[in-house]
């Protein structure tokens, strides 16, 4: 039996959500209900507030012994990251956080003590990106305990950035290094004693691109964008499928972090393996058009926020190519965090 994890067939989870939903509800009903982006992206899109606004819409769970581990996570590290990965699709549309609903399903081993830790780190992340939290739900769980959050966003009406907006021509961006995470997440795995404070912070308590998010919609800089939970490889085959373009990256314009080289480096690992299928980054990958390229990188620059041109969008079948360092060219396997390897 294919395990779970990093399987080759990513897209059986989404196979299986289309098996769930498609069909199920017409367009014009969804239409009439004040759905503009229903199923599909980081985050729906729904009419509400006023005209001028967009409510965002997402939520993201995470499980015990899928998401996390004693070993991997402390408590407050599981509630500040159950938060951050929400936080992250509403930046991945370009919108501003605003209001959490947080179900937790307990079991016997999580005791009042561990619960409230989780809660601290919960609010810890809750303050630092102005997201209020304002209800939820709780229940009893056998064996593991499942944290659910549901994240409420604004957005300018008709502005959110979509998936599916890449264009021939365009330039291929990351906010920030990949393959950090997942770094981190080998290093506590395996108690390794060269482990860099950096790459257990970045799998333990992410920063989602919530500013630069914002940027790129107030610029309307960002014709497509994705953020990175599954792994670069999944989420650009995702932008390439749902804008019908072909996405080169440049291996020698990845961004690779001194402190995973050096662990990778110490520990006998493909950093590269780490940074394109790891997963679990949360930096904002997209496409900009080509003369904004210069505007751009000023304007992240003054804002202190890392900007990496690694490729380009180019036209025909759906699909991601890397070129590497010698100029070869081979394929980016559709490959990353995949919860159902089997279907
Ligand atoms: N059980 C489900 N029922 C309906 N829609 C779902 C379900 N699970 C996921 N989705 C939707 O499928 C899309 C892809 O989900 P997911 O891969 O979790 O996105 P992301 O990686 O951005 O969190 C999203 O639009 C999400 O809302
Ligand atoms: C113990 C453990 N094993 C493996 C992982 C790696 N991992 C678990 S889920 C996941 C992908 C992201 O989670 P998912 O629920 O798919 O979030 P979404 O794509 O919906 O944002 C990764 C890389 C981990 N964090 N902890
Ligand atoms: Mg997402
Ligand atoms: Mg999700
Ligand atoms: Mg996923």
Redesign the pocket.
Known sequence: MTKR?YAVRPLDEFGLIRSWTEGRQPREFLAQAGVTLGIGDDAAIVAGGSAAQEWLLAM??MVE?????NE?MGESDVGYKALS?NVSDIAAMGGIPKFALVSVSVPPSWDADRMKRLYDGLYECAERYGVAIIGGDTTSAPNQLVVAVTVIGTVEAGQAIRRSGAKPGQFVFLTGPTGLSAGG?HGLMNKAESLSLRLTQAHQRPSPSVRAGRILLEHGWGASLNDV??GVASEAWEIAEASGVKLLLKETLLPLSGELASYAHDNGIQPLDFMLY???DYVLLGTADKRSEQEMRVRFRAEGIPLFVIGEVEAGEPEVVMETASGAYKPVLKQG?N?FPKG
């Open positions: 994890g993201d769970t012994k899928v998401h996390f581990l991997t990965a997440l939970s599954d790891g997963g679990e965090y919860h």
